[in-house]
């Protein structure tokens, strides 16, 4: 069964610097996507970026952008020029593609991120 | 969130009853998904439906059944509601295409069993 591994409950960042979240998955799979979410209090999910296994290339949104390691099996976030509005929950989550669980989305335990000013 | 309607969006049972909690999609999207999310936690998949007349379990499916009724519709209930399955919970659909993998949320139920 796969597995998602958010080993930092609590992170936090000053305005305007960066700061990294990170994951780690468990899978004998080959086709994945991850995915990184984000859930402000309104309890709203929101994404934020996501990445296809087959893709070597780092995908980036803007401001955020993912370090993919698919030997390491690591999916780390990094966010830039942090913003009072980045402050969240934020969630790793694995879409199997193939094989006996295809379709299942599975959720990493998520990380409280605080923006100071 | 546009596309994933939930309904209720707020219950109160009593410990025993029963109830359903509704979810559809007007995506055409093949899978639908049964989360809950205790307070200060992760999301925990209950059932999924990978396809239209197929469901799975997910990780917590103890005291849960699911009915994918048509490509739409994908409902959960609670046949004896216990306190432990006060939570907040998210039903979710999955369109995999050529614009890549594109995941929608409801915006939660909340449910308090006292």
């Known amino acids: 069964a796969q597995t998602v591994t958010q080993s930092q409950p609590e992170m936090s960042v000053q305005e305007a610097e960066t700061v990294t979240l990170s994951c780690t998955y468990d899978t004998s799979e080959s086709d994945y996507y991850l995915f990184w979410y984000k859930q402000p209090p309104s309890r709203q999910m929101i994404l934020v970026i996501r990445q296809e296994a087959y893709k070597q290339q780092n995908a980036t949104e803007n401001r955020f952008s993912v370090n993919f390691q698919k030997a390491a099996k690591s999916f780390s976030l990094k966010i830039s020029d942090s913003q009072l509005g980045d402050a969240a929950m934020y969630f790793c989550?694995?879409?199997?593609?193939?094989?006996?669980?295809?379709?299942?989305?599975?959720f990493g335990q998520g990380t409280i991120l605080t923006v100071h000013p | 969130n546009a596309g994933v309607t939930q309904t209720p969006k707020f219950q109160v049972l009593k410990t025993g009853q029963s109830m359903t909690l509704q979810c559809a999609q007007d995506?055409?999207?093949?899978?639908m998904y049964w989360y809950r999310q205790d307070p200060g936690m992760g999301l925990r998949l209950i059932y999924y439906?990978?396809?239209?007349?197929?469901?799975d379990k997910g990780e917590v499916p103890n005291g849960y059944n699911v009915s994918r009724l048509n490509k739409r519709e994908f409902s959960l209930r609670l046949e004896s509601a216990a306190p432990s399955q006060t939570s907040v919970y998210f039903c979710a659909s999955n369109r995999k295409g050529t614009a890549g993998n594109t995941i929608y949320f409801g915006e939660g139920s909340w449910l308090t069993v006292v």
């Open positions: 439906s990978a396809s239209e007349g197929t469901t």
């Open positions: 995506m055409n999207h093949n899978s």
């Open positions: 989550a694995y879409w199997s593609a193939g094989g006996t669980s295809y379709g299942k989305l599975t």
